[in-house]
């Protein structure tokens, strides 16, 4: 933020001579202490030829702006030869050297947010290595069109001055009063009632006129953002029309020959002069009755809501916490009561009642008059979940996630904004809602790698909520059956995060039993490898019983990959350096990475051998060969195949809560966050899916997910049991899961991590070159890798490095070494601290120039390692 811009340079900057031209009241000398503002520009409005608004540029704050005008300001600046909105992130009363122009107007009545989230994006851009630009647009109400709508109305001194002539020496605001009392529809983008875009605010003469009005009491002005623009949803509706018969006579004569028209017209005289939508009506009948004239059918506009997918049956009623919930709940509560900081890991087995407690506390900090934000990871924004605080606190939730529309988020943000909305549930984003008097933040499943974002700023949601919470002095909740690595040791070994255990179930209830099926000793049945003898019994006997099961494999599609027996060509994604996956349903190939996506050959494009055939397992599959196994088996499918349409997620797991299927199959979707009554089995068909991928936290997921899925079963009256088939059946991580022993794992993978300098031991700071030609990243990644000794990263080959001091492993090419065309290459930095990381990255970039079409991406505590 420390930049001051070169607002006052010889470039077409220098002045704001043009500025009192169409403003003469800031030739007026402002009295007191000057006050100079940062200023970022809108990053939509960025053009080419002048300086890049990603970094603060500062303005002088005129006398009679300076109480309007606060941190988060939206407001009009001159930039160049133009007038562009930005936002005020900060103030100096330090004059710079450079000659300044002034800020010329504020654009909306309100700041689009305070002091404590400009504080907030200033240290996400030094945390993550991003432009203050990035991190203030994670920020910013949702859509990327930050409109204003500008609503002007003259008032009564106004109306005097018009009458009076008061304003014939002033043509330009006689005219813009002339519109305001004569109605006239537009002049020259300004309405009467409706929305002034801000291209036409950057027409001086009328934004200046309406300014001059509004300081000599003219007008009065009401400024708020717009809604961002989405396409509007519309449906037919009919209402009853005119019989002239009379209606009696009407309905007696249409009784024998049409009694589908009787059953409409009745329908229609229940909802009592209110529309009935034809979707819920015989559409037949509708349109015959209208062609009589008896019924009429209008469109209208459907208000757009963020669908709650309330789970059916939630409970408004706080439960009975016991004992070891109650003690947990009373330590927050006391801490939430002083308006303290603090950090709590509640590490609970599945079904162990977290989220009650969540809840409770919750209601706790609404009580104090304060507010709070749960983040959930996007796969277990369940409606369960949801439908759960729905039941409990009604109007005062509000939603956000990438399911809801844009404008359904914007309108969820303007509520949080405006303090309708007092408790925000979401995913990632989430943490950034704008709510004021912060009291708790709960991340659930904190382990969970969705909470880590992929692009700039790769920031993690996890830490961004330890630092609003360390700001607004609020408590910060963590909790898990399955705690990162890193969270559990702090918790062990420091007094900054406090451990609460939830050993138990609820109501006492037993952990499912868990077998490892080794599939190495099973002989292959009729359908190949995918089931094993006892898995296939067990299913049987659930259906029989008329019990459900959930059969669990991380990876989507039919087949993993296609190739030719007799050349072994197997399709490519062209851009990406991976194998494309065949999906039966739409008879394509697909990559999962670019959804580049071809027509499945014949036969072989390389040789011609029509013996091509498919290998490899999906979910697709999966559930095909369940179907064609169990015929009258009634089947659901959850993947992101299957989810991608609004309403997909939420209307699979109601089928299955309902009782309306008897096998679940699916991918870490269906993993956490689901509680079915009925579900006695799952079965987990791969569990080496992720277990040799190239990370060193592959173990520690491959234990988290068998954890999490392991506790689905059994959460009510009847007993759960877990079927887990594996090639590695002596593996430490599926061992532990398979006995529920966290601590167990905890230990193994500790040492692990400490001997080969991984988290939580090291810090790490990921650079990763990525170029067109393949050539050219190799060389600048060594040319990069060069450079880092140069600023005191040493390189380890060989031999032992210390977690004392900084160092790096590399340069190598990405496990994914070409993603959507370009090739990628990776230097992993390790050190004590990050610190120290990212200040030796900063010495980095100011020593290296990248060649042209080489790019640096740097990555902060990578969770991705691909």
Request: charged share 25%.
């Amino acid at each position: 933020m420390g930049a001051t811009g070169r607002s006052g340079d010889a470039e077409g900057r220098g002045g704001s001579v043009g500025d009192r031209t169409l403003f003469p009241e800031l030739d007026r000398d402002g009295e007191g202490t000057e006050q100079y503002a940062s200023v970022i520009v809108d990053m939509r409005v960025r053009s080419q030829g002048t300086d890049g608004p990603g970094r603060a540029f500062t303005y002088l704050v005129p006398a009679r702006l300076a109480a309007k005008v606060e941190a988060g300001s939206y407001v009009l600046v001159p930039f160049g030869k133009q007038r562009l909105p930005g936002y005020v992130t900060g103030f100096t009363t330090e004059r710079p050297s450079a000659r300044l122009r002034e800020i010329i107007c504020t654009l909306l009545d309100r700041p689009v947010f305070g002091a404590a989230e400009a504080a907030l994006a200033k240290w996400l851009a030094e945390r993550y290595m991003c432009s203050e630009a990035d991190a203030l647009r994670l920020l910013l109400p949702p859509g990327r069109s930050r409109k204003v709508r500008r609503e002007v109305e003259a008032t009564a001194e106004g109306m005097g001055a018009y009458e009076s002539g008061a304003l014939d020496r002033a043509p330009r605001q006689k005219q813009v009063m002339e519109c305001l009392l004569e109605g006239t529809r537009e002049f020259e983008g300004l309405w009467r009632t409706l929305a002034v875009s801000e291209r036409k605010l950057k027409r001086g003469s009328v934004s200046s006129a309406v300014e001059s009005l509004e300081q000599s009491g003219y007008v009065s002005q009401r400024r708020e953002l717009q809604r961002p623009a989405v396409s509007t949803v519309r449906r037919q509706v009919a209402f009853l029309g005119e019989a002239e018969e009379g209606w009696d006579k009407t309905l007696a004569s249409l009784a024998a020959k049409a009694p589908r028209q009787v059953e409409t017209i009745e329908e229609l005289m229940a909802a009592d002069g209110e529309g009935v939508a034809v979707a819920d009506l015989n559409r037949s009948a509708v349109s015959a009755l209208e062609k009589k004239g008896l019924v009429v059918v209008a469109e209208e506009t459907v208000r757009r809501a963020p669908a709650m997918d309330g789970w059916e049956g939630a409970s408004a009623e706080f439960l009975n916490l016991t004992a070891d919930q109650r003690e947990i709940y009373d330590g927050i509560a006391e801490a939430s009561k002083r308006h303290e900081f603090r950090e709590v890991l509640i590490h609970g087995v599945t079904g162990s009642g977290k989220t009650e407690i969540y809840l409770h506390c919750i209601s706790k900090t609404l009580e104090a008059g304060r507010t709070a934000i749960v983040l959930v990871p996007e796969i277990s924004l369940t409606p369960q979940m949801v439908g759960r605080f729905e039941a409990r606190f009604g109007k005062l939730l509000a939603l956000q996630h990438s399911a809801l529309s844009v404008g359904e988020r914007f309108d969820e943000w303007q509520r949080t904004a405006a303090g309708e909305a007092r408790i925000v549930v979401g995913a990632r984003s989430a943490v950034f809602a704008p709510l004021r008097d912060l009291g708790m933040i709960i991340v659930d499943e904190e382990y969970d790698p969705a909470y880590k974002q992929d692009s700039t700023p790769r920031y993690s949601a996890v830490d961004v909520a330890r630092f609003r919470a360390q700001s607004a002095g609020a408590v910060l909740v963590l909790g898990s059956a399955t705690p990162s690595i890193e969270c559990y040791y702090a918790a062990w070994t420091s007094d900054d995060v406090e451990l609460c255990e939830l050993r138990e179930r609820i109501e006492e209830r037993p952990m499912p039993l868990v077998k490892v099926i080794d599939m190495r000793a099973e002989v292959k049945t009729g359908v190949g490898a995918t089931f094993s003898a006892e898995l296939l019994e067990k299913l049987e006997t659930r259906l029989a019983k008329g019990e459900q099961s959930m059969l669990f494999l991380n990876r989507r599609g039919f087949s993993t990959f296609l190739i030719c027996p007799a050349c072994g060509y197997s399709p490519q994604c062209p851009s990406c350096s991976v194998s494309l996956t065949h999906h039966h349903g739409e008879q394509v190939l697909k990559c999962h990475h670019c959804d580049y996506r071809m027509e499945v050959p014949e036969k072989c494009p390389e040789c011609g051998d029509d013996g091509i055939h498919f290998l490899g397992l999906g979910t697709e599959k999966v559930a095909d060969q369940v179907q064609r196994i169990f015929p009258n088996a009634r089947v659901l499918r959850m993947d992101r195949d299957t989810v991608s349409t609004k309403g997909a997620y939420g209307a699979i797991l109601g089928q299955f809560g309902r009782g309306d299927a008897d096998i679940l199959v699916g991918t870490q979707m269906i993993a956490s966050g689901h509680d079915f009554p009925n579900l006695t089995l799952v079965g987990v068909l791969n569990a080496d899916t992720g277990l040799h991928r190239p990370d060193f936290r592959a173990a520690e997921r491959t234990f988290q997910l068998l954890t999490q899925v392991s506790g689905r079963p059994g959460r009510a009256e009847k007993p759960g049991e877990v079927l887990v088939q594996t090639y590695n059946a002596d593996h430490y991580a599926i061992v532990a899961a398979a006995r529920h022993a966290y601590r167990e794992f905890y230990a193994t993978e500790l040492e692990s991590r400490r001997q080969n300098l991984y988290p939580p031991f090291t810090a790490l700071v990921r650079l990763i070159i990525t170029a067109d030609e393949q050539k050219a990243g190799m060389e600048t990644a060594r040319l990069v890798a060069g450079a880092l000794e140069e600023v005191g990263v040493c390189r380890r080959e060989g031999g032992e490095a210390s977690a004392d001091e900084m160092h790096y492993v590399g340069p190598a090419e990405c496990a994914l070494r070409k993603l959507r065309g370009r090739y990628r290459f990776s230097i992993l930095l390790k050190g004590p601290e990050s610190g120290e990381l990212t200040a030796a990255v900063r010495r980095l970039e100011a020593k290296v120039r990248l060649p042209d079409k080489v790019g640096l991406s740097i990555d902060v505590d990578p969770l991705n390692m691909m």
